[in-house]
């Protein structure tokens, strides 16, 4: 449903893929309770949710207080719209009371998936942006029914024990106008992913990386915008501690 740096509509799938692999790899005879600190479309999350494993307790969180409602309503029944006027999405975006809909029309009717970034519902007029995102929203909810979603008012703010943990954040460097891409400190972000992996399987979604934190996979993804395709690198980086793991690195 997003394009956007770090949305994983397109490769959740494989994302998922490797890291169980890796949890299988270290926890043959266990399965971790699994985080997500930075939720966005659950474009790997729903793949967990597949698994229906009533053993694994699912957990979700994000700084957007509209995405967290969306998900929660979601599961509550609700629908979102098929259509939103222009007038509409300037009236949602410039409000203050946080919804499932400002959530939807935020996300759906922007470019690039990018939070209030830009109508471009009048752009192509034969494609129906609300209706794809509608139809991508229904078809992710069963595989999400029993996922915990939570509000935070930023992820350092846990101190989790013992979980496989995928995060997702704002790349670096991505370029991208939103309050919630631009202002996120990477250093600080590290800081806590480093202090995370001494006591949980952390796994992390970026196009770089610190050098304690190793690249075990890599591809090629792409944002649209209005006037241009951009290709960038999408990788998935581990903490140096399990990088001597032979079966790690032949990932």
Not at 138 to 143: G, L
Not at 180 to 197: A, E, I, L
Request: hydrophobic share 30%.
């Amino acid at each position: 449903m997003t394009t956007y740096q770090g949305g994983k509509k397109r490769i959740g799938k494989r994302i998922y893929q490797v890291i169980k692999l890796i949890e299988n790899y270290l926890y043959p005879d266990e399965k971790l309770d699994y985080f997500e600190p930075f939720i966005g479309m659950g474009g790997v999350m729903r793949h967990f949710g597949k698994e229906k494993d009533v053993d694994r307790k699912l957990y979700a969180c994000d700084y957007n207080k509209d995405l967290i409602l969306l998900w929660k309503e979601l599961q509550k029944g609700w629908k979102p719209p098929k259509k939103c006027s222009k007038e509409k999405y300037e009236k949602l975006k410039n409000s203050k009371e946080h919804s499932a809909e400002r959530a939807f029309i935020g996300i759906v009717a922007s470019w690039g998936g990018i939070f209030f970034q830009n109508y471009r519902l009048d752009y192509k007029k034969d494609k129906d942006f609300l209706g794809e995102g509608y139809r991508g929203l229904m078809d992710i909810k069963p595989d999400m029914e029993n996922v915990k979603f939570f509000n935070a008012s930023s992820y350092d703010e846990f101190e989790p024990k013992n979980f496989l943990i995928y995060c997702d954040p704002p790349y670096k460097d991505n370029n991208l106008n939103s309050k919630y891409f631009k202002n996120f400190d990477h250093d600080k972000f590290w800081n806590v992913m480093r202090k995370w992996s001494k006591n949980n399987l952390v796994i992390i979604s970026e196009s770089t990386a610190p050098k304690d934190f190793k690249k075990i996979w890599c591809t090629t993804s792409s944002s649209t915008n209005i006037s241009a395709t951009i290709k960038y690198k999408d990788c998935l980086y581990i903490h140096e501690k399990y990088f001597t793991l032979k079966e790690i690195k032949d990932i």
